[in-house]
């Protein structure tokens, strides 16, 4: 029996929209305000991966957004990587257009 790796998905981008947050900077004095003092460079590598964090981060985070730990991270398995298509070959080669 072949079990897919499991893995996450890290949703603080798009909570932060949906609160109208579109720069990771606006969260810094907002965590600041609970206790969670991390720098703008920290917030946004935090934003893009959560890597690890104390429980606070989170709860805070949850605070912020008005959301739960569940909507922050989705846990499920992570799907087998997909080859794009190959590339169509241009049919008059690249930077030429066809007749008319």
Known sequence: ???????YRWHL???MAEKDMFA?????PLL???GVRLSREQVYGWS???GTAEPGYSAALCDILGCE???LIEVGAVPAAVKPPP???APNG???SGPG
């Open 13 to 15: 981008r798009r909570l």
């Open 32 to 34: 600041a305000e609970r």
């Open 1 to 7: 029996m072949s079990t897919a790796p499991t893995g």
């Open 94 to 96: 690249p930077g030429r």
């Open 24 to 28: 990771t900077t606006q969260l810094v």
């Open 87 to 89: 590339a169509a070959a």
């Open 69 to 71: 730990p569940g909507d």
């Open 48 to 50: 893009r991966r959560p």
